[in-house]
């Protein structure tokens, strides 16, 4: 999406992806049909979110859930609400919304560069060298989607936080979310199986660590 928006008929954009394609994590995301976003008030938003809502109030208000819609339904992905509002493509395959990502990258004439990951990047003066497989020059601006640490196989490592550090930001410590949990017990089986109304509980040489 930033890739998508900051192309226009003065910019030249990359998008770097160290995957064999792009937007690999969406493919998996609500279990393989991509919860695009929710339908409820924007404002009704902030009553999920855990910290820090003040930090999301201007981007949520800037491109709310209506205007994500509206940009999928109008480059041709067509959409469709279930409970609790949450937002599905009308397939129910993740894969359509990553083809209609690919698709307005093409139009837009963004230049994807696949299987290459980052590895670093370097201040020239007031420009950007990006350290990969190959020299791209320099840029005036990069952007990082950086991700979280929780499933390496899609490329989130965290390697793009600690390129940042170098760069002189501030990162904050990462914290587990929507993350597998192996057990020692045999249950693979049930493997994909959604519960809902769990008591979930974790001991360490029986003291309560987490009790949800």
Do not use: Q, W
């Not at 409820?40 to 981007?59: A, H």
């Not at 940009?71 to 083809?99: C, Q, Y």
Request: proline share 1%; aromatic share 12%.
């Amino acid at each position: 999406m930033s890739a998508i928006f900051s192309k226009n008929e003065n910019t030249e954009v990359f998008l770097f992806d160290g995957n064999e394609k792009i937007g690999k994590k969406i493919y998996i995301s609500g279990k393989g049909r991509c919860n695009i976003t929710n339908s409820k008030e924007i404002y009704e938003f902030f009553d999920e979110i855990n910290r820090n809502k003040n930090f999301l109030y201007s981007s949520l208000y800037s491109y709310t859930n209506e205007d994500i819609l509206k940009f999928f339904n109008e480059n041709g992905l067509k959409t469709k609400v279930e409970r609790g509002g949450r937002v599905f493509p009308l397939s129910d395959k993740s894969s359509d919304v990553i083809k209609t990502l690919e698709n307005v990258l093409n139009i837009k004439g963004v230049k994807t560069i696949l299987n290459t990951e980052i590895k670093d990047v370097k201040l020239v003066e007031d420009k950007f060298e990006l350290v990969c497989n190959k020299d791209y020059g320099l840029f005036d601006k990069v952007i990082f989607a950086t991700g979280g640490k929780s499933y390496p196989f899609t490329g989130s490592r965290g390697r793009g936080h600690e390129i940042l550090k170098n760069l002189g930001h501030t990162i904050t410590d990462l914290k587990s979310g929507l993350v597998g949990i192996d057990v020692k017990e045999k249950i693979r089986k049930y493997s994909g199986v959604s519960l809902k109304f769990v008591d979930f509980k974790i001991y360490n040489s029986n003291r309560k660590l987490i009790n949800s």
